[in-house]
C-alpha cells in the first residue's frame, strides 16, 4: 500500500533552517510529483512547491521563492524539504503529498510534520 | 488571478444536501480537487477530475464545474462529514497549485 511517512516534529529557533523529510513506499517513487503544503495552527492549507522525483525538476510558491529547496534522493525513496531562515509565523505542521498525475490532485498525504519556531 | 474563495462557513441538517462552492480564475482552465481535513488528520481527496471519487469515498459526494465556479456537493450528508473542506486547482499558469481558504461544514 502507499504511504509516505514523513520525519519527526522539530523546533527551531529564529533565522535557522529546518529539513523535513517524505519516505514513501509502495509505489514508484520516480512516477508521481511530490508537492509540500503548510498548515498553520488554526489555518488554513498553503502550498509551497512541488518536485518532479525523477527529474529533479522544481516549482515553488512565490511566497517561498528563495528560502525554500526541494530535494530528493530516489536511491532512498524520499523526498526532502528545506526552509531557511526561518521566522515565528513559519510555526505550522508541514505535509508531503503525492500528485495522483492530474497536476494538482493529492491522492497519498504524510502524517504531517510540526515545525515549530520560537526563540 | 491565483487565488480561490470559499465562503468560511456553511451548515446543513442531517440529511440534508448541501453545496460548497470555490471559485476563481483558473477554474476556467483547471478542474478543482476537494479534500476534506478532520481535526488533527491530514486532509483526505474526495474529488478530482470532472467528477471522480478515490476509492472509499462514499457515492454521496459530488463535483461539479461552471465558470469560473467548482462545487462539493454532498448529498445526504451525515454526522461523519462535519470537517474542513479545501478545494485546490493549478493556477492560471498551470505549473503552480493554489488552495482555496477552506470551509467549515457544520451537520446539525
Known amino acids: 500500500q502507499v504511504q509516505l511517512v514523513q520525519s519527526g516534529a522539530e523546533v527551531k529557533k529564529p533565522g535557522a533552517s529546518v529539513k523535513v523529510s517524505c519516505k514513501a513506499s509502495?509505489?514508484?517513487?520516480?512516477?508521481?510529483?511530490i508537492h509540500w503544503v503548510r498548515q498553520a495552527p488554526g489555518q488554513g492549507l498553503e502550498w509551497m512547491g512541488r518536485i518532479n522525483p525523477n527529474s529533479g525538476g522544481t516549482n515553488y510558491a512565490q511566497k517561498f521563492q528563495g528560502r525554500v529547496t526541494m530535494t530528493r534522493d530516489t536511491s532512498i525513496s524520499t523526498a526532502y524539504m528545506e526552509l531557511g531562515r526561518l521566522r515565528s509565523d513559519d510555526t505550522a505542521v508541514y505535509y508531503c503529498?503525492?500528485?495522483?498525475?492530474?497536476?494538482?490532485?493529492?491522492?497519498?498525504w504524510g502524517q504531517g510534520t510540526l515545525v515549530t519556531v520560537s526563540s | 488571478s491565483s487565488e480561490l474563495t470559499q465562503d468560511p462557513a456553511v451548515s446543513v441538517a442531517l440529511g440534508q444536501t448541501v453545496r460548497i462552492t470555490c471559485q476563481g480564475d483558473?477554474?476556467?482552465?483547471?478542474?478543482a480537487s476537494w479534500y476534506q481535513q478532520k481535526p488533527g488528520q491530514a486532509p483526505v481527496l474526495v474529488i478530482y477530475g470532472k467528477n471522480n471519487r478515490p476509492s472509499g469515498i462514499p457515492d454521496r459526494f459530488s463535483g461539479s464545474s461552471s465558470g469560473n465556479t467548482a462545487s462539493l456537493t454532498i448529498t445526504g450528508a451525515q454526522a461523519e462529514d462535519e470537517a474542513d473542506y479545501y478545494c485546490?486547482?493549478?493556477?492560471?499558469?498551470?505549473?503552480?497549485?493554489?488552495f482555496g481558504g477552506g470551509t467549515k461544514l457544520t451537520v446539525l
Open positions: 483558473s477554474l476556467r482552465s483547471y478542474y
Open positions: 485546490n486547482s493549478r493556477d492560471s499558469s498551470g505549473n503552480l497549485v493554489v
Open positions: 503529498a503525492r500528485d495522483m498525475g492530474t497536476g494538482g490532485s493529492f491522492d497519498y
Open positions: 509502495g509505489y514508484t517513487f520516480t512516477g508521481y510529483y
